[in-house]
């Protein structure tokens, strides 16, 4: 509910939050690339529009799909979501599916981001070749600290940004945000 949406979505901003993170895209499988349908691309562009009315400009839209859909169906949303300017557009497709994300990320001028699936250097690698701009790894899948800490250094190298997505809990929060902290490139923390 596009309307829903945008009423909750000034509630966090008003608590001072400065980006609001939604998925319309729904309902969800457990494998991705399906071809939305006229009636979903509307339902996501309506939430999208009434989030951005009711925020303005004082916070940031990101864009998550869970990677639910095909190349074309991606390509087909990013170009409703564009005039909203989202911060992101968060796994257009599967995340194992890096070509598939790398024609998306050419084919719109929103950042693609991904990285809370992926779990190796070379799995990020891959994604910053292929386009992908923002990062966000999850520090307790992407081999702590550390290992998160290499990750963001080669995002630098491709003048992407990190954004680590946070899910397993208090103390991988704490250690996400202190690896966010040290990055020169770090963009938001994203929790739920």
């Given at each position: 509910?596009?309307?829903?949406?945008?009423?909750?979505?000034?509630?966090?901003?008003?608590?001072?939050?400065?980006?609001?993170?939604?998925?319309?895209?729904?309902?969800?499988?457990?494998?991705?690339?399906?071809?939305?349908?006229?009636?979903?691309?509307?339902?996501?562009e309506y939430c999208v529009k009434r989030i951005r009315e009711a925020v303005g400009d004082r916070a940031d839209i990101l864009f998550g799909t869970h990677g639910q859909m095909t190349t074309s169906s991606a390509i087909r949303l990013a170009r409703r979501l564009e005039p909203y300017d989202p911060l992101w557009f968060e796994e257009p497709c599967p995340p194992?599916?890096?070509?598939?994300?790398?024609?998306?990320?050419?084919?719109?001028?929103?950042?693609?981001?991904?990285?809370?699936?992926?779990?190796?250097?070379?799995?990020?690698?891959?994604?910053?070749k292929a386009g992908v701009s923002i990062l966000q790894p999850d520090i307790g899948r992407s081999g702590g600290i550390w290992e998160t800490k290499k990750i963001a250094c080669m995002?630098?190298?491709?003048n992407a940004q990190l954004a680590p997505h946070i899910y397993c809990?208090?103390?991988?929060?704490?250690?996400?945000?202190?690896?966010?902290?040290?990055?020169?490139?770090?963009?938001?923390?994203?929790?739920?």
């Open positions: 509910d596009g309307d829903a949406a945008a009423e909750r979505a000034l509630e966090y901003v008003v608590q001072g939050f400065t980006a609001v993170k939604q998925d319309p895209t729904g309902p969800y499988s457990f494998q991705g690339g399906r071809e939305l349908s006229l009636e979903e691309l509307s339902r996501s194992d599916q890096i070509e598939a994300i790398a024609r998306v990320a050419s084919a719109t001028s929103i950042p693609v981001a991904t990285g809370e699936r992926l779990t190796t250097r070379v799995e990020f690698h891959q994604a910053l995002a630098e190298l491709f809990g208090p103390i991988a929060h704490a250690a996400a945000a202190h690896v966010a902290f040290s990055c020169p490139n770090f963009l938001i923390l994203e929790t739920i």
